[in-house]
C-alpha cells in the first residue's frame, strides 16, 4: 500500500533483518579462529595493554564496512579506519589485483612518510604507543594445574555459563581469550551426550562445549577486575558433578597440558548453549 519505493523495500529489509544477521553472525564465527589467533599474537608482541576482544571487534566491524563496497553506485567510498591508512605493501598489491579484476576499490591515500613507524599510530586498540615484547607462553603450574585436584566431589561449568555468570554472555569465546590461564576441557561426543541426558546443555550436534572448574571461576568472579561488576550473575553458574570416568579424561587432559602437549582449537563452531530454564 506504500508508493515510495525506499519506504516499501525498507520494510521488507527490516522483516528479512534478523534472519540477514542470524546469517552473518554464522560468516564470523566460520573466520573467528583466524581473528582470535591474531589478536592474541598482537597480544603477546605487543604487551598485556591490548585488549584483544577490542581488536576483534574493530576487525569485524572493519569488515561490515568494507562489504558494502560488494553494493557501492562507483561514487561513494567506504571510509577507512585508521589502520587501512597504513597498509602493508603486499595489501595494497591485493587491491591493485582486485581493481584489475574488475572489483570496488576505494582510492589509496597516500602512506607515512618514510621512517615513520606503526608507534606513531595509536591504531584499532587506542594506545598510544606500541611496545613489542618477548612471547611469554601460558603459565601451566601451580596448584590449580595438579590433576589431583579433580576427584569425584569437584564441581564444574559449562563455558558459556561461565561467560554469561562473568557477565560476557554476548562474546562466548571471551573468558578464553581474556584467560587463557584457566583450564577448559572440550567436551567429546560421548561427554556432550551424557551432558545432554542430564539436562546441562541442548543435544548439539559439531557444536563446541567446554567444561571449566567452578572453584576457578569463583576466583575469578571475587578478584578486583569483576567483583564490582554490575553484570556478575553468579546465580548462571549452575554446577554439576561430573561422572567419574568424565573426571579421569579431564584429569588426563589437564595432566598432557601441564606437561606442554597441545589443547584442542578454542575456535570452531559456537559453543553449546544451556537449555532453557
Not at 591474531?38 to 568494507?66: F, H, K, W, Y
Not at 554472555?169 to 541426558?197: C, M, N, V
Not at 549452575?238 to 573426571?247: D, H, L, N, Y
Request: charged residues 30%.
Amino acid at each position: 500500500s506504500f508508493t515510495d519505493p525506499s519506504v516499501s523495500m525498507d520494510l521488507l529489509r527490516a522483516v528479512l533483518q534478523p534472519s540477514i544477521n542470524e546469517e552473518i553472525r554464522g560468516i564470523f564465527n566460520k573466520y573467528m579462529k583466524f581473528f582470535q589467533k591474531a589478536a592474541m599474537n598482537v597480544r603477546d608482541n605487543v604487551g598485556e595493554e591490548v585488549d584483544p576482544e577490542q581488536l576483534i571487534q574493530e576487525t569485524c566491524r572493519s569488515c561490515l564496512e568494507q562489504a558494502k563496497l560488494l553494493f557501492s553506485d562507483g561514487k561513494k567510498i567506504v571510509p577507512r579506519l585508521p589502520l587501512e591508512q597504513a597498509v602493508p605493501k603486499r595489501a595494497q598489491q591485493m587491491d591493485e589485483e582486485l581493481s584489475r579484476r574488475g572489483s570496488p576499490v576505494p582510492k589509496k591515500r597516500k602512506g607515512r612518510p618514510p621512517g615513520q613507524s606503526l608507534a606513531n599510530d595509536r591504531g584499532v586498540s587506542g594506545m598510544a604507543a606500541w611496545k613489542l615484547k618477548v612471547s611469554e607462553p601460558v603459565r601451566r603450574d601451580g596448584p590449580k594445574w595438579d590433576p589431583s585436584r579433580l576427584t569425584e566431589t569437584t564441581t564444574f561449568v559449562l563455558g558459556s555459563r561461565a561467560n554469561k555468570a562473568l557477565g560476557m554472555g554476548g562474546t562466548r569465546g571471551r573468558l578464553y581469550i581474556k584467560h587463557p590461564h584457566l583450564f577448559k576441557y572440550a567436551a567429546d561426543p560421548q561427554d556432550k551426550h551424557w551432558l545432554a541426558e542430564q539436562q546441562h546443555m541442548r543435544a548439539t550436534g559439531g557444536k563446541m562445549a567446554y567444561l571449566l572448574i567452578e572453584e576457578d571461576i569463583r576466583d575469578l568472579a571475587a578478584s578486583d577486575d569483576y567483583r564490582d561488576s554490575v553484570d556478575l550473575r553468579l546465580e548462571e553458574l549452575k554446577p554439576f558433578v561430573a561422572p567419574a570416568w568424565m573426571t579421569l579424561k579431564m584429569q588426563r587432559h589437564m595432566e598432557t597440558l601441564r606437561r606442554g602437549g597441545d589443547a584442542p582449537p578454542a575456535d570452531g563452531p559456537p559453543e553449546a548453549a544451556p537449555p532453557p530454564e
